[in-house]
């Protein structure tokens, strides 16, 4: 042990003990500990069972960009399909099975599980912890996504994928209109990727309570945390009701029951409330943590701090608050009261409140500061611009007379796609931009970054803004074709290019990545001069994260002398070194102070074959094999159990004492 | 130049130390997404039953006489896992076992009887809307009974291991937590089924 200041300890040293402060620079004895015990295996079979935020987080960012290739390929299919009148490229099941997998997969197994991804992987390194709250946990959400994934496009080869559209209405989805297997998959689905969502949510609300460095009181936190949290707190509250939705669905068309039936006494309305009340505050989820990005990531490129920050996290919240009573939104066509439709669409519209306070935002920060052109910046002032645009288009539905004029047409896909890809993808690629040297030490090509973004940004704006006009020309949504002589012509050959445009923009991208990662100049720990912490490690991070945890002292912990705020400074040098086995501090929810030592878990492939196990089940659920189906849930309850048995090493049992070999 | 700041270090508790532990704060995340899930649940029968046409329930009003019996059967389970917490943290780990035993026995009594309630209904699941809602919804909830015993068994292994003393038995707490959490939620699900019917 390095540390020899620690003069002596008491007997109980398992149980409780005074952490040791000190500095652990690189090549220190404690540093080398410190690697020794936080690196994986190499091998597959370290690959099998890491539990390190980082790892995770890279694989949740590449397999859901994957799902994003595998959904754009599916929307270019259909744009093909929709360049010219009366094309027969597709017929009309193919092309409900590709919209509806576009819209799932997007939706579902893109948008949401990229923004997972880039928050376990910079969680721990803002927060300045060595893992977040649950490492297991993670590795467990991260393997039930893939397979659900996988699960819902098991069926797509054999030409029997979802069709019913991404929220998936009855009657259409129930069993008298939809007899094969293809909603089957999709319910099953949703209720495996619900159980990666809600692990996952709860791992990220745990972490924010009790995995912050000393120091990084609660109004310290990036915006990115606090959007990434609200969105977790919603996803806990509310997947339960999308995930009863389809397995209710699922006992309407396997077992028989009369939930949706509207012979027995069934509503199918009640579906629709089900899945909305998932489905709005699920929209935010997607969007805030990406809004997250570009209020922790503008700043750097604007030279200065975000302008109002505290305005900023309490708008983050503000419009989840509202975005849970506005679910009605997405029904006013369906014939509710009046007065009903009037308060729902007056809150929807209350919504832009807090918007616009986020925007102006960004804007003041752009103005204030001194903009470095650097792409990840065009990505993010582009950000702004669409948000503005998919914003207005919105406040324009709320408005119930006008969204029973536009409601299915392809206003609303022009609405969902500014929003999605505005808010979504923009600040995603821009964020990969931003932090690719964190990941992988190299930056990327700045030639090649900037020609991405302005492909990207042309190609969305031909291929997009145009589906307004087709919408107010009446063009329905979902519409396999449609004939010449209703003049939508040349608006969609107009978007049917952008469309395309803008794919080739993304393409640029991906081989900048490729190139970038082979040739890209090496990144310092701080290639952007930024402020925040996972700026203070290397690139890419030790497995450690941080040799000693970090204490900080303010909001921009890498700028304090700089901003000079007259508080003390940060210290990245000498603080709590945690070294005795796998070790994190847990601090308390508001003001950051220790309390206690938490023992973290080795790296083990528990997660994954509960993972697989658990999915196997759904396996057995779709195919009727009621026998494998027993078979997985017991084996499934074994890993469970070898999981959660009390460990010596994690100072989970009793221990006599003078026996601490755990 | 202002100084770096400097953390000034005290003696604090390692590992899984009772609720600071992280399994503390996971359970009370589990129980609150399981009980939106039950709330869920309650919506969709109070939603149908609000709009049926058909007399409600389609058999007349249920008898409470062996569902009340059965619900202070899992209330009194309850009090048995809190007492043999409270053993285990005095150090009693003899009450702390025979809490979580008797606690098992009570439970496994709610599940026979309540599969026999089962096999007494005239109706199945996929007879009637309101045997849709009525199956689905206790069904839902026995399956919480049942994952909750086998917890419960883990911990009276454990505990007979001797892995628990005065100083480290959170998984006490945290089974219990979840355990406390099926029962309350039975007290909703009974009052939905059972006692709404007569209002
Ligand atoms: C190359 C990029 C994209 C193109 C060309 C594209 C094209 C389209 C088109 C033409 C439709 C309408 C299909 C119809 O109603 O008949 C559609 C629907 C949809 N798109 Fe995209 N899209 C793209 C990217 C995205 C992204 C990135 C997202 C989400 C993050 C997304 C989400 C959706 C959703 C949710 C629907 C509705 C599906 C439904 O009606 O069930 N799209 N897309």
Not at chain 1, 34 to 46: D, F, N
Not at chain 1, 377 to 401: D, E
Request: with cysteine; aromatic share 14%.
């Amino acid at each position: 042990m390095a540390s020899a200041d620690i003069t002596e300890r008491p007997i109980d040293d398992h149980l409780a003990r005074v952490p040791e402060i000190g500095c652990a620079p690189p090549g220190s004895d404690i540093e080398v500990q410190l690697a020794r015990t936080w690196e994986s295996e190499p091998g597959w079979r370290g690959w099998l069972s890491t539990v390190d935020h980082k790892a995770i987080g890279l694989r949740y960012i590449v397999t859901a960009f994957i799902f994003l290739i595998i959904g754009g390929l599916e929307a270019l299919l259909i744009r093909i399909q929709l360049a010219r009148p009366d094309q027969t490229l597709l017929t009309p099941e193919q092309y409900n099975q590709l919209f509806t997998m576009h819209g799932v997969t997007m939706i579902f197994l893109y948008a949401l599980p990229i923004l997972s991804g880039f928050s376990n992987y910079l969680w721990p390194l803002l927060l300045g912890s060595r893992d977040m709250a649950f490492p297991r946990l993670n590795a467990f959400s991260y393997w039930i996504f893939l397979f659900a994934g996988i699960f819902m496009y098991v069926s797509f080869p054999l030409g029997q994928a979802p069709n019913g559209g991404w929220f998936n209405y009855v009657p259409f989805s129930g069993p008298t209109f939809n007899t094969g297997p293809n909603i089957d998959v999709f319910a099953l689905g949703m209720v495996l990727l619900g159980i990666s969502t809600s692990v996952g949510s709860a791992n990220f609300v745990v972490t924010l309570f009790r995995m912050r460095a000393p120091g990084m009181t609660i109004n310290r936190v990036p915006i990115l945390v606090w959007g990434t949290l609200t969105a977790s707190v919603a996803n806990l509250l509310v997947i339960p009701s999308v995930s009863l939705a389809f397995f209710l669905l699922w006992l309407d068309r396997q077992m028989g029951t009369h939930f949706f039936d509207v012979a027995n006494g069934g509503k199918p309305l009640l579906w629709q409330h089900l899945f909305w009340i998932f489905g709005h505050p699920w929209v935010y989820a997607i969007v805030l943590p990406a809004m997250g990005i570009v209020s922790d990531a503008l700043p750097t490129f604007c030279r200065r701090p975000l302008v109002g920050y505290t305005a900023m996290a309490l708008a983050t919240m503000a419009v989840m608050l509202i975005g849970f009573e506005v679910w009605i939104h997405h029904m006013f066509a369906t014939g509710l009261p009046t007065v009903a439709l009037s308060i729902f669409g007056a809150a929807s519209m209350v919504i832009s409140v807090p918007s616009s306070i986020a925007v102006f935002a960004w804007i003041a920060t752009i103005w204030l500061g001194r903009p470095v052109f650097k792409t990840p910046f065009l990505f993010f002032a582009g950000f702004v611009m669409l948000f503005v645009i998919g914003g207005l288009s919105g406040v324009m539905t709320a408005a119930v007379p006008l969204d029973w004029q536009l409601n299915e047409t392809y206003f609303i896909v022009a609405h969902l796609h500014y929003v999605l890809l505005g808010i979504n993808v923009f600040p995603v690629v821009g964020g990969i931009y931003y932090w690719f040297p964190k990941f992988t030490g190299r930056m990327m090509d700045e030639t090649l970054g900037k020609l991405s973004f302005w492909v990207m940004f042309i190609g969305f704006n031909v291929g997009f803004f145009p589906m307004h006009w087709a919408g107010l020309l009446g063009m329905p949504r979902r519409v396999y074709t449609y004939s010449s002589r209703m003049g939508w012509d040349g608006v969609n050959m107009i978007t049917s290019i952008g469309s395309f445009v803008f794919a080739i923009g993304v393409l640029i991208f991906l081989v900048n990545v490729v190139v970038s990662l082979k040739r890209g100049a090496l990144a310092g720990p701080n290639p952007w001069d930024a402020a925040t912490l996972e700026w203070a490690t290397s690139s890419p991070p030790p497995a450690y994260n941080f040799a000693v945890i970090p204490t900080v002292a303010s909001r921009h912990p890498l700028w304090e002398d700089r901003l000079d705020e007259g508080r003390g400074r940060s210290n990245f040098k000498e603080g709590l070194l945690l070294a005795e086995g796998r070790e994190a501090i847990s601090t308390s929810p508001i003001d950051a102070k220790p309390l206690a030592i938490l023992k973290m878990p080795d790296d083990t492939s528990t997660p994954f074959f509960l993972g697989l196990f658990i999915s196997l089940l759904f396996v057995g659920l779709l195919l009727h094999w009621w026998l494998f189906t027993a078979a997985t849930a017991i084996a499934g309850s074994l890993a469970l159990i070898v999981w959660l048995w009390p460990r010596k090493a994690l100072a989970q049992r009793a221990m006599p004492q003078g026996d601490n070999n755990g | 130049m202002v100084e770096p700041v400097q953390l000034q270090s005290e003696r604090l508790p390692v590992g899984s130390a009772g609720k600071l532990s992280g399994g503390w704060w996971g359970v009370q995340t589990l129980i609150v997404t399981e009980a939106c899930l039950f709330g869920y649940l309650l919506f969709c029968y109070f939603y149908l039953a609000a709009q049926t046409e058909q007399t409600w329930p389609p058999d007349g009003l249920p008898s409470l006489l062996v569902p009340g019996a059965n619900t202070l059967i899992l209330l009194a389970s309850s009090a048995c896992v809190w007492a043999g917490e409270r053993g285990v943290h005095q150090s009693r780990t003899g009450r702390g076992i025979a809490g979580l035993t008797a606690a098992i026995v009570l439970g496994t009594a709610f599940v026979a009887i309540q599969l026999m309630e089962w096999r007494n209904k005239p109706y199945g699941m996929t007879t009637d809307l309101y045997g849709s809602l009525y199956f689905t919804i206790t069904g839902f909830h026995m399956a919480h009974v049942i994952i909750g015993l086998a917890v419960l068994l883990l911990l009276l292994v454990w505990a007979m291991l001797g892995y628990f003393d005065s100083r480290r038995y959170v998984a006490m707490t945290i089974g219990g937590a979840y355990w406390h959490f099926v029962d309350v939620v039975w007290l909703f699900v009974f009052s939905t089924l059972y006692l709404f019917p007569y209002l």
